[in-house]
Structure formats: structure tokens, C-alpha cells
């Protein structure tokens, strides 16, 4: 696969290993000399879609790719000029990004991030919900479903969707407060009214995302711990034996 700048190839992608987590994949490329000056510590690296139709935070954005890429594909980077006085660290690692648009937000949290699985209950439709949907506060992405099942209430006769999330909760660090972490600020935040809602994505496919928000009309919330316990969830999916369920 072949990488570009400005719509030029600069280079290709060598090898393809995986990560040591077992999880994450390895990305090895080889960037032509005259171009190497071109990538700084700050640059960003994104795989380039055929087409690529965006709604983020209310923008539409419409993206064709040129021929070329169409026809093999391609990882695009950006940089901010041409710097030869500048060299990227050593073992500096670059992550790559499914989009620009993902490439481009604003990053928080922490740079290790502190991921904690919670489960969702809920008696709305998640009919449009899907695994890998975005779990956002505040506009930000923090987090993704991983995981959803349904059962059928007797005494609502309602669908009861439970839905499995993985929520970075470094997000939740405050910088000016030593004496708390992300985590108890999340929890506090929820006892305080943090709930969950289902929300369009966009108007176009009608694809649902999670919103953490105080904006509602319920009390306040509460997470329970369930020792060994995930509900209606086979064993191999509760990886920890405490499962944090926020009932909203």
C-alpha cells in the first residue's frame, strides 16, 4: 500500500505485524529521503477511504478520492512543511487513524489511556445502535460499544437492550485537583445526574452514538458494582470478575 503527501506518493508500506498486545496492529513504512523532512512528531497519519462521508458535531463533509487512489488505496500524512533541522524521536510511534476527520479532533485524556468496561441498560430501541459506535462527552469520543444484547420484558413489554462500553475515564482527570482520579470523578459524576442517552449520528442513515450528558429530565444515576456477574452475557465477554452497570 502506498503512502502519500499532497497526493503524491512518497512511500509504501513495508510490513504488517502484530502488536505485542495481540490486539493492535503494527504498520512498518519506508518514506523516500527527499520526503522524511516532511513528517514531524506532530504529524498525523490516516487511511484514506475511497469515499468518505462524515456528519461529526453537525459538519457534513463529502470526500472522494483521486483515481489513483481509488484504484490501490492509500495512507496520507500530514505535516506542517518541510523541516531538516527536525528529526522524529527514535522510538516515536505514530498511531493511524481510520480517518482525517478522526486524525484531526482534539485528543484528551490522558496520553495512557484508562479504559473501563460499563454496561448499559436501557429500554429505547437500539435497533440502530451498532458495535464500535461512539460513546462521546461533551462532543468528544471517549469511548465504544463493544457489545449488545436484547431480552424481552414481561412487565414493560419492551425490548431491554444492554449494551457493553469502553469508556476512557482519564478523561475525567482534573489537572487543577491532585487528591481525586478520573475514575472516582466519573462515578461522582454520576451520582451528580451523568446519564446515557441515544442520540442520531446523523440525520442521512439515522445510526444512533451514546451521549453522556447532565442534559436531562431524570434524578440522579448510580453505578453498581456486580461481582462475577454480566447479565445475560456469556463468561468469555466479562474479562475482569467487577462488571460496573449503569442502569439508564
Given amino acids: 500500500m502506498p503512502i502519500y503527501y499532497k497526493n503524491i506518493k512518497v512511500g509504501q508500506v513495508e510490513y504488517l505485524n ?65 523541516d531538516k533541522n527536525s528529526y522524529v524521536a527514535y522510538n516515536h510511534i505514530f498511531p493511524l487513524y481510520k480517518s482525517k476527520t478522526l486524525a484531526e479532533s482534539t485528543p484528551i485524556g490522558s496520553v495512557t489511556k484508562t479504559i473501563k468496561k460499563f454496561m448499559l441498560l436501557t429500554d429505547d430501541s437500539i435497533a440502530n445502535l451498532r458495535i464500535d459506535s461512539p460513546v462521546r462527552f461533551d462532543g468528544f469520543d471517549i469511548g465504544r460499544v463493544s457489545h449488545m444484547e436484547l431480552s424481552y420484558d414481561k412487565n414493560t413489554h419492551k425490548m431491554l437492550g444492554q449494551v457493553l462500553v469502553n469508556i476512557d475515564i482519564s478523561v475525567f ?4 485537583e491532585t487528591n481525586s482520579s478520573g ?66
Fill in 18 to 82: 502484530l502488536g505485542l498486545d495481540n490486539k493492535s496492529v503494527d504498520v512498518i513504512v519506508f518514506i523516500n529521503k527527499q520526503y522524511v523532512p516532511y513528517i514531524h512528531d506532530d504529524s498525523k497519519f490516516w487511511i484514506k477511504n475511497m469515499v468518505n462521508i462524515d456528519f461529526a458535531k453537525g459538519n457534513l463533509d463529502i470526500n472522494i478520492a483521486p483515481l489513483n487512489f481509488m484504484l490501490q488505496g492509500g495512507i496520507v500524512f500530514s505535516s506542517s512543511g518541510e
Fill in 173 to 176: 482527570e482534573d489537572k487543577h
Fill in 183 to 248: 475514575e472516582l470523578n466519573f462515578y461522582k459524576a454520576v451520582e451528580e445526574g451523568l446519564r446515557a442517552k441515544l442520540v442520531a449520528l446523523d440525520p442521512i442513515t439515522g445510526m444512533l452514538f451514546i451521549d453522556l450528558t447532565f442534559d436531562h429530565q431524570d434524578g440522579n444515576g448510580s453505578i453498581v458494582l456486580r461481582s462475577a456477574y454480566c447479565p445475560n452475557l456469556e463468561d468469555f465477554r466479562c474479562h475482569n470478575n467487577n462488571i460496573s452497570v449503569l442502569d439508564v
